[in-house]
């Protein structure tokens, strides 16, 4: 099933592999624990050879609509198929980990909050548009951490232990619910 929140262009780049395009993924990793100087960061990678400048989504959750430096890593991640009944779950590997990454992560791990991680397709011959309607985050799980890799597993944060609708409407609750 095709994904309905990929923009027309990506879509082209997709399904006809331009020699002339390339497609950047990039992650944004974000937790309460990813300080610098005292201020609130994002860990922000793209998969490439160098740096690249591109331009966040309106409405994200850090730094919305401005220009951010993603900086070039390696890294693999196999997508969450579309489809309506899997839980939407992504694997991500990043390789050749640095310090910095690592002082984060460590620091993430004391932490009960779960790692946030968003999704962003881009084309590198226009880095400053967002080439996905409402990008996709995660919650980062399992994760492995050694001097070289980090490994874990994306799933949307979704709670399916709990009862739905939520709240659960009982007559105790909801007395107008009682048949009289």
Known sequence: MPDP????????????????????????????????????????V?????DI????EDGAPMDAGEAV???GIAFELRLAPI????VPEMEVAIDNVSTELMKHLDAAVQDPNPIAVTYR???????LTPRMEAPPSFELRD?????????GRC??????????????????????LANR
């Open 5 to 44: 929140t990929l923009d027309d262009a990506l879509r082209e780049a997709y399904a006809s592999a331009p020699a002339d395009e390339v497609i950047l993924d990039t992650l944004e990793l974000r937790h309460p624990t990813f300080f610098e100087d005292g201020q609130p960061v994002a860990i922000r």
């Open 46 to 50: 793209v998969r490439n050879h160098q």
């Open 53 to 56: 400048v591109a331009r966040i």
């Open 69 to 71: 430096t993603f900086t």
């Open 83 to 86: 489809e309506t009944v899997a």
């Open 121 to 127: 397709p881009y084309l590198a011959s226009d880095p």
């Open 143 to 151: 994760v492995k951490a050694n001097t070289m890799r980090v490994t």
């Open 155 to 176: 799933r949307v944060g979704m709670d399916l232990q709990r009862a739905f609708p939520h709240p659960l409407y009982t007559t105790t609750e909801f007395p107008g």
